[in-house]
């Protein structure tokens, strides 16, 4: 810490209390205590002038350990309310470390609320009853759980899903978290090792928005909205958490080291009430936009709803229309509708020269294979049709170190637990759901660019109109697109005639639910040693870059994955619209 940051410091604190004094008031102010404290006196006091787009300041947060950090000291700061909403969250180490600081929040007074979608969080009964008794400040509501139950059996599931596909398959993708309705953070992270750099597996490549001023209104609002929603049940409410209530049989969680996270966060707590810390990493780094909007999805999203129900969707839809000269997307899971496509179509019909560039995982780095599989078939029409740009992230990139910095010591974790065996390598995924256009707009959220996002799953993100702002977030996505951390898609080349009856059979299947057409149009490429990049339609292209296959990044077998992607590509067609 330098000497001119730790003055800064002292700086913040005196114009702080300067400000509290001439208010006249004698309640504490929100994080009055914290770094952050100036940036919110200063934001609420424009927020009286705002329509809430105005007077914002934010800080992108793409390090999964500086997320978890960021979280831990605003939870510990927050004096009145703390609202969260995710989309998963796990009983791992990560998960209890919140839960745990959470907990000491209520019991020093602090309401807070959370909700978590129901499918893929942790479903244990007994723990939920412990976090519905543990203290009366604390309440948690779970989004659309399968027949009122924590845990319902298989067989109650998938009767619940035969009479009701729609309720079962419509999820809460949004994520949130509000700080004393001063602070917002949202993105694509939910609550889980693999989110925070705390994974012996696979670590997400993710990003937040951290927000103060005005625009947190919006995200305070949309809580109250499922909160209130009548498919968020009480864990009260259910049935297998109220029987586990009755019984009192379920485990207590009383001190600290019950909830066993070992020294992970030794540091990491320690530097959660750093000052120097937090005004070095986060409150110094808060930067004034021209205009945040919080955009959102209502509970209970359908596209036979009524048309505000696809909010996001469309402002997305609009925004890409607008487009002039470049688009730039990061998104983990890249499986476009018919109608996205027909979008796409149109602004290049309307705008040839403009240029559309997608970061997106490869599959080597994807965790949803059948999301992946979808892509693979729909690969051919987006390079050849839609003219798309697509870089597909390395499991391993040579700026590993600089995106994951914790690698080395999940590595050495992974090969302790491995007790001898070869441990499966640590490596990351790509998870952040990003867009740039014309360098001027950008948008951060949870929206994939998938069907689930467009029809079915609620998603938010803050839609941000700062040419600075933009330009940090392109910078971003682009070094994840540098030929040395991803695979570039391209057209693969074929002996004289092949090309032409390939694209022709590959055209006609492209029309049916089948794809048993073993040969694509097109392959994975990487940029030759001392060569400098170019796009693929660059006429010297082919002299700079080699074909390294459909599927780089693999130990060259055809593998149980390769054998399920290429399975899926044949036959999974008609469950596109639901991945």
């Known amino acids: ?66 997320a978890l950090l960021l979280r831990v000291h605003l939870i510990r700061q927050a004096k009145t309310s703390i609202e ?21 929040a209520a019991r020093r007074g602090v309401k807070v609320r959370i909700i978590a979608d129901h499918l893929f969080s942790d479903q244990d009964p007994d723990v939920v009853a412990f976090l519905a008794t543990v203290h009366p400040n604390l309440q948690v509501k779970h989004y659309r759980p399968a027949t009122s139950r924590m845990k319902p059996s298989f067989w109650r599931t998938a009767l619940a899903t035969v009479r009701s596909f729609h309720d079962v398959n419509q999820r809460m993708h949004s994520k949130v978290m509000v700080f004393d309705d001063a602070i917002l953070i949202t993105g694509g992270r939910n609550v889980e090792n693999t989110y925070y750099d705390h994974s012996v597996s696979l670590n997400f490549r993710d990003r937040d928005v951290l927000a103060v001023g005005p625009v947190v209104r919006a995200a305070a609002k949309e809580f109250e909205q499922f909160w209130d929603y009548r498919h968020t049940v009480a864990s009260r409410d259910l049935v297998d958490v109220h029987a586990s209530i ?190 740039v256009v014309d ?51 391209a057209r693969r080349q074929f002996p004289l005639g092949l090309e032409a009856v390939n694209g022709l059979v590959d055209g006609i299947i492209s029309l049916t639910p089948l794809d048993v057409w073993p040969i694509q149009n097109t392959s994975s490429f990487e940029l030759l040693e001392g060569r400098a990049p170019v796009p693929p339609d660059d006429p010297a292209f082919y002299d700079r870059y080699r074909d390294v296959g459909s599927f780089p990044g693999t130990d060259g077998l055809l593998s149980q994955k390769e054998i399920l992607t290429r399975l899926f590509k044949a036959v999974g067609s008609p469950l596109t619209p639901v991945l």
């Open 84 to 104: 969260i909403q995710t989309f998963i969250w796990t009983n791992d180490e990560c998960g209890r470390l919140l839960i745990f600081e959470l907990i000491e």
């Open 1 to 66: 810490m330098t000497l001119t940051s730790e003055f800064g410091w002292i700086r913040h604190l005196g114009i702080l209390a300067i400000g509290l004094a001439a208010a006249g008031s004698a309640a504490a102010a929100p994080f009055e205590s914290s770094p952050f404290g100036r940036a919110v006196l200063e934001t609420q006091a424009a927020a009286r002038e705002s329509d809430g787009s105005s007077g914002n300041r934010l800080e992108l947060v793409s390090s999964g350990y500086d």
């Open 439 to 489: 360098d001027s707009i950008a948008f951060v959220g949870t929206y994939n660019l998938d069907p689930r996002s467009e029809n079915l799953n609620t998603e938010v993100g803050l839609l941000v109109r700062d040419p600075a702002f933009a330009g940090e977030l392109k910078a971003e996505i682009e070094r994840d697109m540098l030929p040395e951390n991803s695979w570039v898609i």
């Open 246 to 435: 009755e019984k009192n049989q379920y485990r207590r969680y009383l001190k600290r080291t019950d909830y066993d996270f070992g020294p992970h966060f030794d540091a990491l707590v320690r530097e959660a009430d750093d000052a120097a810390v937090i005004e070095e990493r986060f409150a110094s780094r808060l930067r004034a936009v021209q205009s945040a909007t919080f955009v959102y999805d209502e509970p209970g999203k359908s596209r036979r709803a009524a048309s505000h129900a696809a909010r996001t969707t469309r402002e997305l839809r609009d925004t890409l229309e607008g487009a002039h000269e470049s688009v730039l997307i990061q998104t983990p899971y890249l499986v476009l509708s018919p109608a996205a496509r027909n979008v796409i179509r149109e602004m290049q019909r309307a705008r040839p020269a403009l240029r559309i560039r997608i970061s997106t995982n490869s599959f080597a780095s994807t965790d949803n294979l059948f999301a992946y599989s979808a892509n693979y078939r729909l690969r051919n029409n987006y390079v050849e049709d839609l003219r798309l740009e697509v870089h597909e992230l390395r499991p391993h990139p040579a700026s590993l170190l600089e995106l994951f910095p914790r690698f080395p010591v999940m590595q050495a974790l992974a090969d302790r637990r491995a007790n001898g065996r070869l441990a499966p390598p640590v490596f990351i995924s790509l998870h952040a759901k990003s867009l």
